[in-house]
Nanobody, 123 residues
């Protein structure tokens, strides 16, 4: 069972950058793939991106490609979501999740979830 804790959210202006972190404990981090999702009020949970255990496979949602970068440091049991050129429509709670599956976009594939961190982008 992997426990996940996100951090790094906050209130920023449009065009700013943020880096979110997701620290894992209680499992073999390097063997699990990590996904990032977001959920805005009244909307369904939305796939942001995914990275496999050795970082050889990275997948992004269309809206994230070119602005967001997912990475991980297995030595620190930490995953990252670097978000650049933020827009007001990026406002949401951002969550990281862990899975043993690779390349999955549906949240139903992810067994373990963090509590989320709020990102608010003002115009």
């Amino acid at each position: 069972q992997v426990q996940l804790v996100e951090s790094g959210g906050g209130l920023v202006q449009a065009g700013d950058s943020l880096r979110l972190s997701c620290v894992a404990s209680g499992g073999t981090f390097s063997k699990t793939a990590m996904g990032w999702f977001r959920q805005a009020p009244g909307k369904e949970r939305e796939f942001v991106g995914h990275i496999n255990g050795d970082s050889s496979i990275v997948d992004y949602a269309n809206f994230a490609r070119g602005r967001f970068t997912i990475s991980r440091d297995n030595a620190k049991n930490t995953g990252y979501l670097q978000m650049n050129s933020l827009k007001p429509e990026d406002t949401a709670v951002y969550l990281c999740a862990a899975t043993f599956a690779i390349g999955k976009r549906s949240p139903t594939w992810y067994e373990n979830w963090g509590q989320g961190t709020q990102v608010t982008v003002s115009s």
